[in-house]
């Protein structure tokens, strides 16, 4: 009888429930950034349907919209397999599971969200635009037909929703699997873009070193973005990798005020004398385009 009751009042997820979540995200991914936690409001926006089906008590979903408003930053078409297994993991923290909790579920996070930029980033901006963007240019060339920029559209579209839709419902089907997995394969989990306590935690708690792939020493220039010298002590210790980055605005000091080699080079030095030169490397964090001028923008309107 107590088998029967579990199974009425097992909370379970529709395929609707999990369609209508990533159409938030696909379309509203990249529609709300902040300088501090990026795109933990679109997170959260998506999560929200599915949230309200497995919480409906309106504390319970209230601490659950909190903790994915948690830093989160990845590419938002292959990066959105993270969804997926968020939402498998909530449905199972619904209906009882104790060994699931906010904290867990943003370490996954925080471990895939940087590998999988890496990768979405190459796939879908350094391979996938590139190609049908060369082949949609020939069709116009000399400007006589149209046919060019509408198949340009057209087949990105397609090509990038279908990857998303992929990403997104093969995260839910497989859940935390889908991690287990990963680390089978030795994916690598990077806590450049979290919390001091987070990123201490996921050392802790990992089988395997972790990365730092884009950082600097904080000690050099007090600024939330780069990281103290307890973190990168304990992830070298791990046997883990520092990658000092040259993003604009990032690794400055008080002796280099400006942005350039100096001020990059002195984050650097100062990272090697403190765990040795085995744990640093170079991780310039840049993008396509005008990096430069991008960060001259966010200065010019944020205090950074």
Not at 1 to 19: A, P
Not at 22 to 44: D, G, M
Not at 274 to 298: C, N, Q
Request: overall charge negative; aromatic content about 8%; proline content about 3%.
């Amino acid at each position: 009888m107590s088998d029967i009751k579990n199974e009425v009042s097992k909370k379970t997820l529709s395929k609707k429930d999990v369609i209508k979540s990533w159409l938030r995200w696909f379309f509203f991914a990249q529609s709300n950034y902040n300088y501090e936690r990026l795109q933990s409001t679109a997170f959260s926006h998506s999560m929200l349907p599915v949230l309200k089906k497995l919480y409906p008590d309106k504390e319970e979903l209230k601490q659950e919209v909190e903790t994915h408003l948690a830093f989160f930053n990845t590419e938002p078409i292959c990066g959105c397999v993270i969804h997926g297994i968020t939402i498998a993991m909530e449905e199972e923290k619904a209906n009882g599971a104790d060994e699931i909790s906010g904290d867990g579920m943003n370490a996954i996070k925080t471990g895939l969200m940087g590998p999988l930029a890496g990768i979405g980033d190459t796939l879908t901006q350094g391979v996938i635009t590139p190609i049908v963007l060369a082949v949609c240019i020939g069709l116009t060339e000399g400007g006589a037909s149209i046919a060019g920029p509408i198949l340009f559209v057209i087949a990105q579209y397609i090509i990038m929703t279908s990857i998303s839709f992929g990403m997104w419902t093969n995260g839910y089907k497989y859940g935390k699997k889908a991690v287990e997995r990963m680390n089978k394969i030795g994916m690598a989990i990077d806590c450049s873009h979290v919390g001091v306590q987070t990123t201490l935690d996921v050392i802790e708690y990992s089988k395997d070193p972790i990365i730092l792939s884009h950082v600097g020493a904080r000690n050099l220039w007090n600024t939330k973005r780069l990281t103290p010298d307890e973190v990168l002590i304990a992830c070298a210790k791990k046997g883990g990798v520092i990658g000092v980055e040259a993003a604009p605005h990032t690794t400055i000091t008080e002796k280099n005020k400006e942005h350039s080699i100096e001020s990059f080079m002195e984050h650097f030095e100062y990272i090697k004398n403190l765990v040795g030169i085995d744990h640093v490397a170079f991780g310039p964090d840049t993008v396509y385009g005008d990096h430069v001028k991008l960060h001259s923008v966010l200065a010019a309107k944020f205090d950074i």
